[in-house]
């Protein structure tokens, strides 16, 4: 059984058993009568409401409302679970909240594995990361595995292109980007790239902010003319547009001087007034961070003395991951893709047998060239058809884009006992009529 699988099963028992056999007696449950029914703790407390008027939910409360008999929220678990920690767990006992960072870990496994077949997008990796700092566990030791390292694996490949949520997540890890670039050289890049609109504005500035806290060199000059620029954009209602550009400048501008011209107050007002209105998580979850942003200005603020440093070293610490896809032209949409981890200098031959020996879907057949190199001609039960001109071509892809969802192929002519990836790459093994380059 591969060791992920297993940790999935031992967390899947361990949060059924919570749920089945743990006790709440010695907690107090919130009651209608002693909640504080006010959105939050600012100011002074909302008055209790009419118990015969159904009083529309939002925040936390509609959170907790949708919240699945397993304790989690599915793919949005790790929305919720950060949103809670946030409002200090308010008005759950110390079980439930243990309960649902249990499913946070299951959640999050799943992902992991899932990413054989589904590749976890960077921004849920992130998200993930901030979940765990929001529940005080480190993201350099998931079970072993060192999540910040993935994702500023796929950062440094593009920098200029990369969302900024990316690196608002490393720098919640306490990560600096590989590349030294300015705050200004990154916007123009972006600018240049068509994205230069009020969120994506928003969310560098506080990315770069965060970054700053890292003794990154920022131009606080730059920064000034960016705060100012989105600062202007602020409508009469004190929103920006909308409840989800307003919760991300409200972020962004959380620290900004008092000098800068905006209402701040007015904008937390339209926030508050939106929070029952077309409820869904990402509305909700942007408006309680916003709401929170003076005390909570970013997720590693929650646990400023959280050791996130690396997992202790193991004998396999020189391996890497190597992804493998199998795909059929005729049925685009229908592939398989396996994530192994390999010892160093692992050729692609080696790599397809360990495949093999995991999952079935991965067999093949080969025989052994002139020169005693195998040659493959069928993958899957599917050999290569010459009449149709339909073999399995190796392919490697390269220059990969996941803000536009797309990458290069590029065909691999050698044997497979002679190509070696390096960590992180993704091989297909492609049947089609043309070379990969022309997909």
């Known amino acids: 059984m591969n060791w992920l699988t297993f940790v999935l099963v031992l967390l899947t028992f361990a949060t059924v058993s919570y749920a089945k056999y743990g006790s709440y007696d010695d907690f107090d449950d919130p009651s209608e009568a002693n909640r504080d029914w006010g959105y939050r703790g600012e100011g002074t407390p909302a008055e209790k409401p ?47 909240i243990q309960q649902m960072e249990l499913q946070l870990e299951v959640e999050l496994t799943k992902a992991l594995l899932r990413n054989h077949t589904f590749e976890l997008h960077p921004n849920d990796l992130a998200l993930y990361i901030h979940a765990l700092i929001a529940t005080k566990r480190n993201p ?144 909700t979850y942007l ?55 390999v010892p160093p200098a692992s050729n692609f031959y080696y790599i397809m047998n360990e495949s093999a020996k995991h999952d079935a879907k991965f067999n093949f057949s080969s025989y052994a060239d002139k020169n005693g190199n195998p040659v493959i001609y069928s993958i899957a039960g599917v050999p290569n058809d010459a009449e149709e001109n339909l073999y399995w071509r190796l392919c490697l892809q390269t220059d990969v884009n996941h803000n536009r969802h797309d990458a290069v192929l590029k065909t691999i002519y050698d044997s497979p006992i002679s190509f070696v990836p390096k960590g992180y790459d993704h091989i297909i093994y492609w049947y089609k009529n043309r070379e990969c380059e022309e997909t």
């Open 50 to 96: 009419n118990v015969c008027v159904s009083q529309p939910l939002g925040g936390i409360d509609w959170i907790l409302s949708v919240r699945q008999p397993d304790y989690g929220w599915r793919e949005e678990t790790h929305r919720a679970v950060i949103v809670l920690a946030v409002n200090n767990w308010k008005h759950l006992t110390p079980q439930e």
């Open 140 to 283: 350099r030791n998931f079970y072993g595995i060192d999540l910040v390292s993935r994702l500023s694996h796929l950062v440094s490949g593009s920098y200029y292109q990369v969302h900024p949520f990316l690196l608002l997540a490393l720098c919640n890890a306490n990560e600096k980007p590989k590349h030294t670039l300015s705050f200004a050289q990154w916007m123009q890049q972006n600018r240049h790239f068509g994205k230069d609109n009020l969120e994506y504005m928003a969310l560098a500035l506080n990315a770069f902010e965060c970054l700053k806290t890292l003794n990154y060199p920022v131009d606080e000059r730059f920064m000034n003319d960016v705060r100012h620029s989105i600062a202007a954009h602020q409508l009469q209602d004190g929103s920006f547009g909308n409840v989800y550009t307003t919760a991300l400048v409200v972020q962004a501008l959380a620290s900004s001087p008092n000098s800068l011209d905006w209402n701040k107050q007015r904008a937390l007002v339209y926030l508050r007034s939106q929070s029952t209105v077309d409820l869904n998580m990402i509305s």
């Open 287 to 341: 408006i309680e961070l916003a709401l929170n942003s003076d005390r909570i200005k970013f997720i590693k603020d929650l646990h400023r003395n959280l050791d996130m440093g690396p997992a202790p070293e193991r004998r396999d610490r020189d391996h890497y991951f190597v992804q493998y896809t199998v795909r059929v032209e005729e049925n685009p949409d229908v592939y398989f893709t396996i994530s192994i981890k």
